[in-house]
C-alpha cells in the first residue's frame, strides 16, 4: 500500500510535500495490484497530472481510498483509481484551477487562457471517471464542490464507501509509506549542502585499533 499524506509539490523538502519523483520511486519498487491512500488538501495541478498519469499507466489493479479528504489537486490523482473508495467521514472537493500573475492586461489574458485550458485538462480526468458532461462538471467545479462519500458516489467520482474492515486494514503493518524520513531527511540535508557548498566533515577520530594501541604503550610505561 503507498500513502498520499499531505501537499502534493513538484519538489519534496519535507516530509509532508508529495513530489512525482519520490512517489514514481515507490510505485516502480513493487509490482502487482496496489492501494492508494489518500489524505491531501491538494497542490500543484501539474505535479498531481503527473502522478494521475503514473496511476493510470500502471499495470496492476490500481485502489485508491480515501481516508481524510481529497481536495483539489488530490481529487484529481483519485480519479486515477481504477476502484475509488471513500471512507464513511472523509470529504472529496473539487475547484477551478488557480494562479498568481503579474504584469500588464496582455500577462493577465495570457494567465486567463492558461487558467481556461488547464481546466480543460482536469475535467478530462472528472468526465473519464464520472461520465457527467462537461458542463455538470464545469458548473460543480465553479461552485466549488464539496462532496461527502455519498455524494461522491452519487455523481460518480467514487464507487464506493469503505467498510469497517477495509478502514482498519490501514493500521495492516504492511503499509509503505510512500515518503519515509530517513528519506527526506538525507534529500533535505543534500540539496542544502549543495546550494551553501557545504562540504562533509572529514573524520578524523581514531580507529579502535589505533586506541588500543595507544592503551597497551600506557600500560607498557608502568
Same mark, same amino acid.
Given at each position: 500500500? @503507498?500513502?498520499?499524506?499531505?501537499? #502534493? ?12 519523483? #519520490? ?12 492501494? &492508494?491512500?489518500?489524505?491531501?488538501? %491538494? =497542490? ?15 499495470? %496492476? ?19 486515477? %483509481?481504477?476502484?475509488? @473508495?471513500?471512507?464513511?467521514? $472523509?470529504?472529496?472537493? #473539487? ?5 498568481? *500573475? ?8 495570457? *494567465? ?18 464520472? =461520465?457527467?458532461? !462537461?458542463?455538470?462538471? $464545469?458548473? +460543480? ?9 455519498? $455524494? *461522491?458516489?452519487? +455523481?460518480?467520482?467514487?464507487? %464506493? ?22 528519506? &527526506?531527511?538525507?534529500? @533535505? !540535508?543534500?540539496? @542544502? *549542502?549543495?546550494?551553501?557548498? #557545504? ?5 578524523? !577520530? ?17
Amino acid at each position: 500500500m @503507498l500513502y498520499l499524506n499531505g501537499t #502534493i509539490a513538484d519538489e519534496s523538502w519535507f516530509d509532508d510535500e508529495i513530489s512525482p519523483e #519520490i512517489f514514481r520511486e515507490e510505485l516502480n519498487a513493487g509490482t502487482g495490484d496496489i492501494t &492508494v491512500w489518500i489524505n491531501s488538501p %491538494g =497542490g500543484d495541478c501539474i505535479a498531481a497530472a503527473q502522478i494521475y498519469n503514473m496511476l493510470i499507466e500502471y499495470k %496492476g489493479h490500481v485502489t485508491v481510498k480515501v481516508d481524510g479528504i481529497a481536495a483539489s489537486a488530490a481529487s484529481v490523482i483519485a480519479m486515477a %483509481g481504477t476502484t475509488v @473508495l471513500m471512507s464513511p467521514v $472523509s470529504m472529496m472537493m #473539487i475547484h477551478n484551477p488557480a494562479t498568481v *500573475a503579474f504584469g500588464d492586461t496582455a500577462a493577465m489574458q495570457q *494567465a486567463i487562457a492558461m487558467l481556461d485550458e488547464v481546466k480543460e485538462s482536469i475535467m478530462n480526468a472528472y468526465e473519464i471517471k464520472t =461520465g457527467l458532461s !462537461r458542463a455538470k462538471i $464545469s458548473h +460543480l467545479m465553479d461552485a466549488e464542490t464539496w462532496m461527502d462519500a455519498n $455524494s *461522491a458516489v452519487e +455523481l460518480g467520482f467514487a464507487d %464506493g464507501i469503505l467498510s469497517r474492515a477495509e478502514v482498519e486494514d490501514m493500521d495492516a503493518p504492511t503499509v509503505k509509506n510512500v515518503y519515509s524520513e530517513a528519506k &527526506v531527511t538525507d534529500s @533535505l !540535508r543534500d540539496k @542544502l *549542502a549543495a546550494h551553501c557548498k #557545504i562540504e562533509k566533515p572529514v573524520d578524523n !577520530r581514531p580507529s579502535v585499533s589505533e586506541l588500543m594501541g595507544r592503551l597497551e604503550s600506557i600500560k607498557s610505561n608502568f
